[in-house]
């Protein structure tokens, strides 16, 4: 599974602890407030934005695009019954069009909340951690990108070349995660370049 995809489910698994401690604390305002934010700000502008071209462009038997048809799959099936006590028909309309399984039951009001461990088995501090920077290393080179967008220099994102300058320990950080890095900053080209003195 590649990073990105494992770091959505996580965030997914995150989402779910929190709306299931909610609906027993009767905290329906927290609930709708976070599933409103997860959809706007982790699934569309962050993991749909980034794997729309793997979605689109890539071979129908990629295992990289299989990786994240499966995470949407995931995280859809998590989101409709998280929602269905505050949405019930449109939660139940929702579940008539999730993909036909054996065992699914009609109704999304006869099956169980998510198990918040099978989405992710775990939540390693250091991968988030990791997560955090590449998140915001991903917010200030989107704004670079904009900028060279509104000063005419490219048309597109994906038309850039990215050169990022660096302090070493985010280099380290980005050494991991050298192969996501195209898909997540949605450009064709990144290099890094690393200094006790960067910026």
Aim: aromatic content about 10%; cysteine-free.
């Amino acid at each position: 599974m590649l990073p990105l995809d494992r770091y959505m489910l996580v965030r997914t698994r995150e989402l779910t602890e929190k709306t299931l401690r909610w609906y027993q604390e009767f905290e329906f305002h927290r609930i709708y407030q976070a599933l409103n934010e997860f959809a706007v700000a982790d699934l569309s502008s962050l993991y749909i934005d980034a794997v729309k071209d793997r979605i689109y462009t890539f071979a129908p038997e990629n295992p990289d695009r299989h990786s994240a048809q499966t995470v949407l799959w995931m995280i859809a099936e998590a989101l409709v019954r998280l929602v269905a006590p505050l949405l019930s028909f449109t939660a139940d309309e929702i579940w008539q069009y999730m993909p036909a399984m054996s065992n699914r039951l009609p109704s999304v009001h006869l099956e169980r909340f998510p198990d918040p461990a099978s989405l992710a088995p775990d939540v390693d501090p250091e991968f988030m951690s990791d997560w955090a920077t590449l998140l915001l290393l991903r917010d200030e080179a989107l704004k670079s990108l904009e900028e060279a967008r509104k000063e005419k220099l490219i048309g597109k994102a994906l038309d850039a070349r990215l050169v990022l300058e660096v302090p070493e320990a985010v280099g380290v950080v980005l050494e991991r995660y050298r192969g996501s890095l195209k898909e997540l900053l949605n450009v064709s080209q990144v290099e890094v370049m690393t200094g006790p003195s960067s910026q």
